[in-house]
């Protein structure tokens, strides 16, 4: 069983930047692939961003460019720098993890999420 937790959602402006964290516990961490996600009301979840056992890095084409995912073994968290934040990045994020690697977008263990509200 995997345990994530997410932290660093808030509120900010238009532009700004925004740092999300996600500590995991409960398995072999450097193994893990994982991935940040987010939801609006009335839409499905959208895979933003995800990380897997080798570093290999993957974005949805909305975010490239501005968001980054970084996992720091040695802390077991993983991260996703947020710049150049819009409107329409407002949204709740989630934290994922698969240790199989199932897919790209690992969707076996979730987090709880953590509000991104971005305004102008």
């Known amino acids: 069983q995997v345990q994530l937790v997410e932290s660093g959602g808030g509120s900010v402006q238009a532009g700004g930047s925004l740092r999300l964290s996600c500590a995991a516990s409960?398995?072999?961490?450097?193994?893990?692939?994982m991935g940040w996600f987010r939801q609006v009301p009335g839409k499905e979840r959208e895979g933003v961003a995800a990380?897997?056992?080798?570093?290999?890095?993957s974005y949805t084409d909305s975010v490239k460019g501005r968001f980054t995912i970084s996992k720091d073994n040695a802390k077991n968290t993983l991260y996703l720098q947020m710049n150049s934040l819009k409107l329409e990045d407002t949204a709740m994020y989630y934290c994922?993890?698969?240790?199989?690697?199932?897919?790209?977008?690992?969707?076996?263990?979730w987090g709880q999420g953590t509000q991104v509200t971005v305004s102008s």
């Open positions: 990380i897997d056992e080798d570093l290999n890095t």
């Open positions: 409960g398995y072999t961490y450097s193994s893990l692939c």
């Open positions: 994922a993890a698969d240790p199989l690697c199932l897919s790209t977008f690992p969707r076996r263990y």
